[in-house]
């Protein structure tokens, strides 16, 4: 069994519905749909859910709401008369709206998850409907009814995981074609709550996982993953057939925009395939995802650089022999609440990478003088506007010269290299250069590998 995750561009009006049914229909093993809330037609356009956030904000400040209400009416309206639904169901979302629109305002973030989650609810219902009119077996199954138990902070929720037990059990037998709403479970005192936006790709993944699908597609708007960001490199033609989940990880590590790593999180501990495809050109075989792969050795699967790190770099004579220097170091992190990324180190010096949201100025103040007061450096430094490249292919390992071909080329560039950090399983290389330096850094990179 299949579960087929389609995002809100492949939802975003009648026609692209239309795709998604015939993509689902065209292959039995295709049984378990999981919809976002319909997205942007056209790069003016406004998503369901950031309308949905408008509705409840005007709600909360007591604004009138017919006018934001009406707006995602209007979205659905439009959906269902182009797929001829009838009035009826345009009537249910609407009622179901100003539900919760009166519902309790007295948790703004239970409030809001409410009214967000009425995209991927609505949505589904829909879809559901569709087949249903097409003549085919399909219902709506639903995060309460079905056990997709989610805890913690509104907008930001995780999944409870006892929902594994709860899903499969549910889903351990059905008929037909279930088509179930993306990024929103119930948390154990019914209240609603969302995982953090574009959080339909976790519940696919939770859903793949749950009933051990044999593979998770998730349906997107790109052919492929590509080996580099094609905003940076335009020329980007072939995809990336197959990858395995830790390239993916490190490339998405480092901004990768097709998939958020910790999304995809449960179907890889699951070790589910995960294929990325596009619904516009469902003849594609898209990227395979998978826990190991054939490689050509010396080859790169991607390349991908990571702007908004800064980098305490700590010199001290005689570090080396300092015991409980590093120790002493991260104990000030952690009581100053800061996340490091990396941690490079050579005999006397030893660098802190850091994203640099995670690092206000006030924090960065306080972090240098402890640093001073209770390491007795001989300098402490930080650098800020630092970016990461990141080199991923699990066919570099035990191929000599993969690192000299960036560096050369690099070099040619004028790009300064202010760190390199190789992983001990060889299948990736990070470098550290200046933000200035990203996309040349990139461009480099993929014409010195793949041009
Ligand atoms: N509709 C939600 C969003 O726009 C979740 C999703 O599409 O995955 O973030």
Redesign the pocket.
């Known amino acids: 069994m299949k579960v087929c995750k389609f ?2 561009s492949s939802l975003a009006d009648a026609g692209q519905i239309s795709k998604v049914m015939d993509i689902v229909l065209a292959d039995p093993a295709r049984r378990m749909v999981v919809v ?2 319909p ?1 942007k037609r056209n790069k003016s356009d406004t ?3 950031d309308l949905l956030i408008a509705l409840a904000d005007a709600a909360l400040a007591k604004k009138d709401t017919t006018k934001p209400l009406k707006a995602v009416v209007d979205r659905y309206a439009s959906i269902a008369k182009e797929l001829k639904l009838g009035e009826d169901i345009v009537k249910e979302i609407e009622k179901d709206l100003k539900a919760r629109i009166a519902s309790s305002k007295k948790d703004s973030g239970i409030f809001m998850d409410t009214l967000k989650a009425a ?2 609810d609505n949505s589904a219902k829909l879809v559901a409907e569709a087949f249903t009119k097409r003549g085919v077996k399909a219902r709506y199954a639903g995060p309460k009814e079905t056990g997709m138990i989610l805890e913690g902070e509104s907008g930001n929720a995780t999944l409870n995981p006892e929902s594994y037990r709860k899903l499969a059990k549910t889903f351990a037998d059905f008929e037909g074609i279930v088509v179930y709403p ?2 929103f479970g119930y948390r154990k005192d019914g209240t609603v709550a969302t995982f953090p ?5 976790i519940t696919g993944s939770i859903l793949a996982a749950a009933i051990r699908a044999d593979v998770y597609e998730n349906f997107t708007d790109v052919d492929n993953v590509y080996p580099v960001d094609p905003r940076i490199v335009p020329e980007v033609k072939e995809g990336i057939d197959t990858m395995t989940y830790r390239e993916m990880r490190e490339l998405a590590y480092a901004g990768f925009g097709v998939f958020n790593d910790e999304a995809i999180f449960p179907a890889v501990q699951a070790r589910i395939p995960i294929n990325v495809r596009n619904t516009n050109h469902p003849a594609e075989p898209g990227t395979m995802i998978v826990q190991s792969r054939r490689v050509i050795p010396g080859t790169v699967t991607g390349i991908a650089a990571a702007d908004g790190f800064c980098n305490i770099i700590i010199d001290k004579y005689c570090m080396n022999r300092e015991v409980g220097f590093t120790h002493k170091l991260l104990d000030i992190l952690q009581e100053e609440h800061v996340a490091y990324e990396h941690i490079p180190s050579g005999i006397d010096s030893i660098s802190v990478v850091i994203r640099a949201d995670k690092f206000t100025k006030s924090t960065e103040n306080r972090v240098v003088a402890r640093i001073k007061r209770e390491l007795s450096p001989d300098s402490v430094l930080v650098t800020h506007n630092y970016a990461i490249l990141m080199v991923v292919g699990e066919g570099m390992a035990f191929s000599a010269g993969m690192l000299a071909k960036a560096t050369a080329a690099l070099a040619e560039h004028g790009i300064n290299i202010s760190m390199v950090n190789q992983g001990a399983s060889e299948f990736s290389f990070m470098i550290g250069i200046k933000s200035e330096d990203r996309v040349k850094a990139v461009r480099a990179l993929y014409s010195a590998y793949f041009g």
Request: glycine share 42%; proline share 0%; aromatic share 6%.
């Open positions: 995002g809100g976002s809330a997205g998503k369901v859910t995209g991927e993306g990024f936006r574009g959080g339909s790709d």
